[in-house]
């Protein structure tokens, strides 16, 4: 069986760099995606070390919403 999802969620800028090869990228939705056909999407890691304030880390995550309810 195959599957082949509709947006891949990467946490973690280091996560998506090392697997796209891209070195400069943002929060969020990228204009181009590693595997034909899907929607990539970057998002603050979970751990402790991240130095964001929670409001940026949230409103990072709401970008995602109108990606999924398309």
């Not at 946490?11 to 899907?38: A, C, D, H, L, M």
Request: net charge positive; charged share 25%.
């Amino acid at each position: 069986m195959h599957y082949k999802p509709k947006i891949v969620c990467y946490v973690g800028k280091g996560v998506y760099q090392e697997f796209s090869g891209r070195k400069k990228i943002n929060w969020g939705y990228q204009n181009e995606s590693v595997v034909e056909g899907t929607i990539d999407f970057v998002a603050p890691s979970s751990s402790g070390l991240v130095r964001m304030r929670m409001e940026e880390i949230i409103a990072i995550y709401r970008q995602i919403i109108p990606l999924i309810v398309k």
